[in-house]
């Protein structure tokens, strides 16, 4: 991907991800419009799918986490178990859960929507897990290299040559700092 | 002078030159990540957790009180300058700092918020001296009963001040009380939620969740986000604030002085609100409350000594009753469990030179970022105009070779990385990270004190009200619990939102 499309691709942005123009208006703002202002260029809610299936997910894993502490054994209030507290704070979870499936039926204002900048976020945690990977078998220069390049090239924009550069700078800084200066015992290649 | 003694004793421990060198060193780092737009004060604290491995106690918590305070200055400095607010307790700020770096005011707001904020500190460093040890030696009675209560109370707090749903940060509240629980019973030795794991046995450590809920979300959460902002920081130039800035602003500093230490107090999310009391009272007592929102240096003299008053007097309830009143306070309680120390009421009696040490240690630190901060101004606006495009995989670096450093493992790293696609989700759909890290870190001391409550009350949850101060404390936590549930079916209809409020303000202005 060459730069051009990446300026074509933000180019395609929607709305609401664009940067205001840096008009004199602002200057006029009170703090409630600009409260205001901040309010409508948030991101939109998360919605009620989301809310529906993150309380969901919740409910499921504290159903799954009460049966377990059942089977560690509940004993009584005088001599608690090992399954006790567990299954007090897994029952909390799940009342909360099916509260909240109700109460944000309608979505709230809570959250935010995923759009198609999420996807930066999750190459970027591709990423770090590539990394964690990699660290154990070639040391982290080159990981590292990689992700400065990956982050600084498609998920930051800049041009080939100054990521290029910088993530050889980076990288090397952090050489300097982590293995030469403080002499840790990360996984290193050279 | 028995009450001075090791309070002065604490000086000698602050003037060792280690401690003094990793103060400076915690000061000038929390300013510079604290500038970063994104990071605040518990996610920079949460990313350099591991420079504390390796340093006494003392040395790291000053370091980290360092980095606390140099943070919420480096918010300050985004507020004013990029209109971007570091932190929520900068929020305020915003709407005069900007206005005057506007006006080619830049440096007058950050020179009398450095000044408010130094002020701020000291005089909340001044109260706690005094309060601190009655508030300890009142809680010295204190049974597992009242820790229960307390913890319990504490943990409702944060979770019912933070922003977003309630609900939804009580259930982050118990999934942090849950994954506490994972590992062995203390009580009874059974191995819980471990799956045969041998690197759950001991539970999971603080640091991996502290640092990828806080860190390695925010980073994940900002690649997608920081799209949204591209300004460019603006000149700043006569940093010093004249005479007749600081006659204007001295009143409100003072204000906010006091305000900001009384609401530090409190649990939950004491410095944003005392930020914002501060500006309400400010543009209150103000004889032309019309100049506030255009510049006006009290509207950035008053909210920014309110909060820094407030970030260190919400070290009390931490340093005397081992309750912390915020995220922030959640991981430099953490940070102290992993030195050995656990805060309480037996702190000061115990270990004087710590308690004094560390608090002794805050003097120092803000006189350092009143020297450090003014002269620095241009070299933060300089790393403000660092594109976030390289600082991104800088700071993912710094989280992730931090992560390994602190016990040469792996599995901690890949922890870290999945704690971060946690928080990332967490924050997408809506739930804090903050109150899941608080109740973390409190799980244990909570339950082992309502199992050792139980075993001295025969089993009979009633025992807990018999008791004066653990009954209070539960009446209070009823009252905070079911309060907003009544509240929010009242306000159903009202929207709460500034937009609505801006709305209702216009037609007030226009009838």
């Not at chain 1, 660290?135 to 220069?141: A, I, K, Q, S, Y």
């Not at chain 2, 003037?15 to 990540?33: A, E, H, K, R, S």
């Not at chain 2, 032309?288 to 260190?312: C, H, L, M, Q, Y």
């Not at chain 2, 040490?357 to 790393?383: A, D, E, H, Q, T």
């Amino acid at each position: 991907m060459d730069a051009k499309k990446v300026e074509d691709k933000q180019g395609k942005m929607p709305a609401a991800l664009e940067v205001p123009p840096n008009t004199d208006e602002e200057e006029t703002l009170t703090p409630e419009e600009l409260a205001a202002q901040w309010e409508a260029e948030a991101p939109d809610p998360a919605g009620p799918i989301a809310n529906l299936f993150s309380s969901l997910v919740v409910l499921a894993l504290s159903i799954i986490g009460m049966v377990i502490s059942i089977g560690l054994g509940l004993g009584t209030p005088a001599a608690p178990a090992a399954g006790m507290w567990p299954f007090i704070i897994t029952l909390i979870a799940a009342v909360m859960s099916v509260v909240q499936i109700i109460v944000g039926r309608a979505g709230g204002k809570d959250g935010e929507k995923f759009s198609s900048m999420s996807w930066y976020a999750v190459i970027g945690f591709a990423t770090l897990i590539l990394m964690v990977v990699l660290m154990p078998l070639v040391g982290f220069e080159i990981p590292s290299l990689l992700l400065c390049f990956v982050w600084m090239r498609w998920l930051g924009g800049e041009r080939w040559r100054s990521a290029t550069i910088y993530s050889i700078l980076i990288v090397g800084a952090f050489y300097a700092i982590f293995i030469a200066a403080l002499g840790t015992t990360i996984p290193r290649l050279f | 002078m028995e009450f001075f003694g090791p309070v002065l004793d604490g000086f000698n421990v602050v003037l060792d030159p280690t401690n003094l060198l990793y103060c400076l060193l915690g000061v000038v780092v929390g300013m510079l990540i604290g500038v970063l737009p994104g990071l605040g004060p518990a996610a920079t604290i949460a990313i350099l957790l591991p420079m504390t491995y390796g340093v006494e106690p003392v040395t790291a918590i000053i370091m980290l009180a360092g980095i606390f305070y140099g943070a919420q200055y480096g918010g300050t400095i985004t507020s004013v300058l990029l209109r971007l607010p570091g932190e929520a307790s900068s929020v305020v700020t915003v709407f005069d700092g900007y206005v005057m770096a506007k006006q080619g005011r830049a440096g007058t707001a950050l020179g009398i918020a450095a000044i408010g904020s130094f002020f701020g500190a000291t005089v909340s460093i001044i109260g706690l001296t005094f309060l601190a040890p009655l508030v300890a030696s009142f809680a010295l009675d204190f049974g597992p009963p009242e820790y229960t209560a307390l913890a319990m109370l504490g943990i409702l707090l944060v979770a019912t001040i933070s922003g977003g749903t309630k609900i939804k940060a009580i259930i982050a509240a118990a999934v942090g009380l849950f994954l506490a629980t994972v590992g062995r019973d203390g009580f009874t030795g059974a191995e819980r939620f471990t799956f045969g794991n041998l690197s759950l046995a001991d539970g999971i450590d603080f640091v991996p969740i502290a640092m990828g809920l806080f860190g390695v979300g925010e980073i994940l959460y900002n690649l997608e986000e920081r799209h949204r902002v591209a300004t460019a920081p603006m000149k700043v130039s006569n940093v010093w604030p004249k005479g007749k800035d600081i006659k204007e602003a001295s009143g409100a500093i003072g204000r906010g002085s006091v305000l900001g230490f009384f609401l530090g107090i409190l649990p939950g999310g004491g410095a944003t609100i005392a930020s914002l009391a501060s500006y309400a009272m400010e543009k209150k007592t103000a004889k032309d409350p019309s100049r506030f929102g255009k510049g006006a240096i009290e509207g950035v003299a008053g909210p920014e000594s309110a909060n820094n008053a407030a970030a260190t007097s919400s070290f009390i309830p931490l340093l005397t009753l081992g309750i912390p009143a915020n995220a922030t306070m959640a991981i430099i309680f953490g940070a102290l469990l992993i030195q050995g120390i656990t805060p309480g009421p037996q702190l000061i009696s115990n270990d004087p030179e710590l308690f004094w040490g560390v608090v002794n240690s805050m003097y120092i630190g803000n006189i350092l970022l009143l020297i450090m901060s003014i002269p620095l101004i241009g070299v933060f606006v300089r790393i403000l105009r660092i594109r976030a495009a390289i600082l991104a995989p800088i700071t993912a670096l710094i989280t992730m070779l931090g992560a390994y450093t602190i016990r040469n493992s792996m599995f901690d790293v890949l922890l870290v990385v999945i704690f971060g696609a946690i928080g990332y989700l967490m924050k997408k759909f809506g739930f804090e990270p903050g109150p899941l890290v608080l109740a973390f870190v409190l799980g244990s001391l909570l339950e082992s004190n309502l199992r050792r409550s139980l075993l001295v009350l025969e089993g009979d949850p009633t025992g807990f009200f018999t008791r004066p101060i653990s009954a209070t404390l539960l009446v209070l936590f009823v009252v905070v619990a079911v309060w907003p549930m009544i509240k929010s079916v009242i306000d159903k209809r009202k929207s709460g939102s500034l937009a609505a409020l801006a709305t209702q303000e216009k037609e007030k202005e226009n009838a």
